[in-house]
């Protein structure tokens, strides 16, 4: 059975504070991993992964795929109280799109 | 609207009733999922469309559950006889085809109460 596990469930940093977070993934036929951010109801996106040992950036946030540690971390550095979010990790196991998602990871990030 | 439109964003309703969950996505967009998102875990997916066929339908948890599109544009999730363990948010994303990147709706929330 395809599986998501991420790591940890759930954190809690100081502001300035620099944080790792972890998926591992078993999946049949492995498309892409993703990671969402989720504030309130509606995910929203960050990264795609397709190729191993690339990594991708936005501002303060950065994730890498390790496809052969079936892997992927999301580095978040100076962290920030607006931070604060379900960090959900979904791998594309098909050509449909269907997505398969990990339980999530609480961040809060306080003042 | 220039995102994924899910109505109502609540809906509170008494075991046993049937509900119906509407999601419309953005304009143009082909593929169609809906995912079910429980306390405490990362959404599940249901069912997605390519067009106006349920091209999958095997996250369905069981037969009181449908969706249905029948123009290709909005669907939506039909539950009978809710039970208290069907309480969740209900996620809708599209995307402008299979495969390629899903914006996801506000959701609703459902409470069977």
């Known amino acids: 059975e395809d599986k998501v596990v991420q790591s940890p469930l759930s954190l809690v940093v100081h502001e300035g504070d620099t944080v790792t977070l972890n998926c591992s993934y078993e999946v049949t036929n492995f498309r892409s991993l993703l990671w969402y951010k989720q504030e309130k109801k509606a995910p929203t996106f960050l990264f795609m992964l397709t190729s191993s040992g690339i990594e991708k950036k936005s501002g303060r946030l950065s994730s890498i795929l390790d496809k052969k540690e079936l892997s992927s971390i999301l580095n978040i550095t100076a962290t920030q109280t607006g931070d604060s979010a379900i960090y959900l990790c979904a791998v594309k196991a098909s050509n449909t799109g269907k997505l398969i998602f990990g339980q999530g990871t609480t961040l809060q990030v306080k003042p | 609207g220039a995102g994924v439109s899910q109505t109502p964003s609540n809906k509170v309703t008494e075991k046993g009733k049937y509900v119906e969950l509407r999601c419309d996505p953005i304009?143009?967009?082909?593929?169609l999922y809906w995912y079910r998102q429980s306390l405490g875990q990362g959404p599940e997916f249901l069912i997605y469309?390519?067009?106006?066929?349920?091209?999958?339908d095997s996250g369905l948890p069981n037969d009181r559950f449908f969706a249905v599109r029948p123009e290709g544009s909005v669907s939506t999730l039909k539950i009978q006889r809710t039970e208290r363990g069907d309480s969740a948010v209900y996620l809708c994303a599209s995307s402008p085809g299979a495969g390629l990147r899903a914006f996801f709706g506000q959701g609703t929330r459902l409470t069977v109460v």
């Open positions: 469309f390519q067009g106006t066929g349920a091209a999958d």
């Open positions: 304009s143009g967009h082909t593929a």
